[in-house]
């Protein structure tokens, strides 16, 4: 039959056991935790977290400018089919980079050592040059429409339809002006060093720069 002093050391001995298994499991647990969390940066992962963005707007321009529309008149009616509009109109660029079009020799991706010997990731990407996305006509006001010269025929719809169509094309030409596409380029190239801001990797973005200054459908 045990005595107390038995039971004591029983009980103290089942007791460290009990501990132990607690932190075998505790540790096996923590080491799991730590490789899900660990991700080596390969190229293939950098091209797939980059192409996500797919169409990275990175440039809006408002232009206002101001056009005009005219109708040359016919004899027949004796020149009364005359017409001209002036019109105001407000529009938007958008332009950026399609990250689509990214392919695996654009990226590269070297692991290093530091000074303490500790593995550092250099990464560089090598963006698509910039392009327009769209061009969008937000207003177009009528400042002044002439009809003739008794203001006796309808206002022709081609007359609008031909403003409309010089409006976005003066748009696109001011928002190239102002330098869109630079502006585009080199906000593309600090949005996507930002993806990579928390994997402590090194990142150089190099851009190919401004592409052509027009609406490509």
């Given at each position: 039959?045990?005595?107390?002093?038995?039971?004591?050391?029983?009980?103290?001995?089942?007791?460290?056991?009990?501990?132990?298994?607690?932190?075998?499991?505790?540790?096996?647990?923590?080491?799991?935790?730590?490789?899900?969390?660990?991700?080596?940066?390969?190229?293939?992962?950098?091209?797939?977290?980059?192409?996500?963005?797919?169409?990275?707007?990175?440039?809006?321009?408002?232009?206002?400018?101001?056009?005009?529309?005219?109708?040359?008149?016919?004899?027949?009616?004796?020149?009364?089919?005359?017409?001209?509009?002036?019109?105001?109109?407000?529009?938007?660029?958008?332009?950026?980079?399609?990250?689509?079009k990214l392919t695996p020799e654009m990226v590269q991706v070297i692991q290093k050592q530091d000074v303490n010997d500790e593995p550092v990731t250099h990464i560089t990407i090598s963006v698509p040059p910039s392009e327009?996305?769209?061009?969008?006509?937000?207003?177009?006001?009528?400042?002044?429409?002439?009809?003739?010269?008794?203001?006796?025929?309808?206002?022709?719809?081609?007359?609008?339809?031909?403003?409309?169509?010089?409006?976005?094309?003066?748009?696109?030409?001011?928002?190239?002006?102002?330098?869109?596409?630079?502006?585009?380029?080199?906000?593309?190239?600090?949005?996507?060093?930002?993806?990579?801001?928390?994997?402590?990797?090194?990142?150089?973005?190099?851009?190919?720069?401004?592409?052509?200054?027009?609406?490509?459908?």
């Amino acid at each position: 039959m045990a005595t107390g002093s038995q039971f004591s050391f029983f009980r103290a001995v089942l007791l460290m056991v009990l501990l132990m298994a607690i932190g075998i499991f505790g540790k096996v647990l923590y080491d799991k935790s730590n490789t899900s969390q660990v991700q080596a940066i390969t190229r293939e992962g950098v091209i797939t977290d980059v192409q996500k963005l797919a169409r990275l707007q990175s440039a809006a321009f408002g232009v206002d400018t101001i056009i005009t529309a005219n109708k040359v008149g016919t004899w027949q009616k004796l020149w009364q089919d005359k017409q001209k509009g002036l019109f105001v109109a407000h529009g938007r660029v958008l332009a950026g980079v399609d990250l689509s079009k990214l392919t695996p020799e654009m990226v590269q991706v070297i692991q290093k050592q530091d000074v303490n010997d500790e593995p550092v990731t250099h990464i560089t990407i090598s963006v698509p040059p910039s392009e327009v996305f769209e061009v969008y006509l937000d207003d177009l006001g009528v400042y002044d429409w002439q009809t003739g010269l008794f203001g006796m025929a309808d206002n022709d719809p081609k007359i609008l339809s031909e403003a409309q169509a010089s409006a976005k094309i003066e748009v696109l030409k001011k928002a190239c002006q102002g330098g869109i596409m630079t502006m585009a380029a080199s906000n593309a190239a600090e949005q996507i060093k930002g993806l990579f801001v928390l994997t402590g990797a090194t990142v150089d973005v190099v851009s190919q720069g401004a592409g052509a200054c027009q609406l490509v459908r």
